[in-house]
């Protein structure tokens, strides 16, 4: 009987790990892109288009401008709408909510991303760069317990751990 409920135990545990995973999207086939700028008005046109046979979901609270963070090298922007590095924190720092969009398999999204750095930005080739993942509830699960970590995790480091991160083309501000 010990044999039995031992074996019983190693197959639910193996059966829940498989579906605990989720596998990471297929960003080869997700096409992001800035189709057109205006320095201006400190703007990046981005076109998002999922050609992959999955939806993907996209954090988007950045997406819109301002950045998250910006990289810095010389004659080359990367406007980051998304945390890329991990750094503890503890609350109340505030913290942007989790917000994902869903692009179903075939479809466009559309939007302008606006940050008075773009204007700053002549003579250097700017881009973006997005935060692309599957399974939402894994990373709002993952959010949920990091905020509660006694300091040792932020819970933007579970966005940084669901996703795969997708920069776009680079276009050269005149």
């Known amino acids: 009987m010990k044999r039995i409920v031992g074996i019983c135990v190693v197959l639910m545990l193996v059966v829940s790990t498989g579906y605990g995973t989720t ?7 997700v096409r992001f892109e800035i189709t057109r700028f205006s320095k201006t008005a400190g703007l990046l046109h981005w076109k998002i288009t999922n050609n992959s046979d999955d ?21 080359r922007l990367i406007f980051d709408t998304s945390p890329i590095v991990r750094i503890a924190s503890c609350p109340p720092n ?11 398999s075939g479809g466009v999204m559309e939007g302008d991303f606006m940050d008075p750095e773009v204007k ?15 399974e939402p509830d894994t990373v709002v699960e993952e959010a949920k317990r990091y905020y509660n970590s006694d300091c ?3 819970p933007y480091d579970a966005i940084i751990d669901w996703a ?11």
């Open 23 to 29: 596998k990471p999207p297929n960003v080869s086939k």
């Open 55 to 75: 939806g993907v979901y996209i954090y988007n609270f950045f997406l819109l401008g301002r950045a998250y963070n910006i990289e810095r090298n010389p004659g």
């Open 94 to 104: 505030r913290v942007a909510p989790l917000v994902l969009t869903f692009v179903r």
């Open 120 to 134: 700053k930005a002549g003579g250097d080739e700017v881009s973006l760069k997005i935060a692309i993942g599957s």
């Open 152 to 154: 040792k995790h932020s």
């Open 164 to 174: 795969t991160f997708l920069k776009s083309n680079q276009v050269k501000v005149p």
